[in-house]
């Protein structure tokens, strides 16, 4: 699992990259904020992280519970659920907007076409509405 890159994924550089594209200014990893988001927005007051499916147990075809070491597999995906949840909550006390966006919206058989996904991010950013996520075409 060393080999596994937990910043700078595919995902989040095309979502990086296309954001800039569109003149928005970030920074990257913030350590001075709860779970490093991949993506801070400090002028919006809003944070993006760009989930894998697999690590975060998202309920959509790119998940599949491993067969080898179930008990393993079952309290890391659980532990990194819960990591979630309260890095959520600290970023919400200190007042900013999350949003979330899937691998499965980005890659595989229900991913979205790419302007879409930086269309809305760009109304999730400019608007006001606290969280959001962003999912694959059938798991809308």
């Not at 894998?52 to 599949?64: I, R």
């Not at 200190?94 to 991010?121: F, N, P, Y």
Request: aromatic share 10%; glycine share 10%.
């Amino acid at each position: 699992m060393s080999g596994i890159k937990g910043k700078d994924t595919k995902p989040e550089l095309v979502i990086r990259k296309g954001l800039h594209a569109r003149g928005f200014r970030f920074r990257l990893h913030d350590k001075k904020l709860p779970g490093k988001p991949d993506l801070v927005f400090p002028k919006y007051k809003a944070v993006i992280f760009v989930h894998g499916c697999f690590w975060h147990g998202h309920d959509c075809h790119l998940f599949k519970w491993p067969s080898s070491r179930p008990e393993f597999w079952r309290n890391k995906i659980t532990r990194n659920r819960q990591k979630d949840s309260s890095v959520a909550e600290e970023l919400h006390n200190l007042g900013w907007r999350i949003l979330v966006i899937w691998e499965c919206a980005i890659k595989g058989k229900t991913r979205m076409k790419l302007d879409k996904i930086l269309s809305q991010v760009s109304g999730w950013l400019l608007g006001g509405t606290c969280d959001y996520q962003i999912r694959g075409l059938d798991d809308e």
